[in-house]
């Protein structure tokens, strides 16, 4: 399976995409972009948790922050 992402600035624009897709039959959904950064910072940790380690680097740009080693 493969999926694409829409970034749109208003509800109005959700619902064109949403309703695109259901017309075409694909199955989509509507979801904070902050969303998508917790779940890549949600996985990040469960990784982790089962390796020795995630980089601080990688953690770091996730955050959009600068690495300041």
Same mark, same amino acid.
């Given at each position: 399976?493969?999926?694409i992402v829409i970034e749109? =600035?208003?509800e109005a624009d959700i619902k064109f995409w949403l309703g695109l897709a259901k017309k =075409?039959?694909?199955r989509a959904k509507s979801i904070n972009t902050e969303e998508l950064d917790d779940e890549k910072l949600?996985?990040?940790i469960e990784k982790g948790m089962k390796t020795k380690s995630v980089s601080r680097k990688t953690i770091m740009e996730l955050l959009g922050q600068k690495n300041e080693d």
């Open positions: 399976m493969e999926a749109v =600035k208003n =075409k039959g694909t949600a996985s990040l």
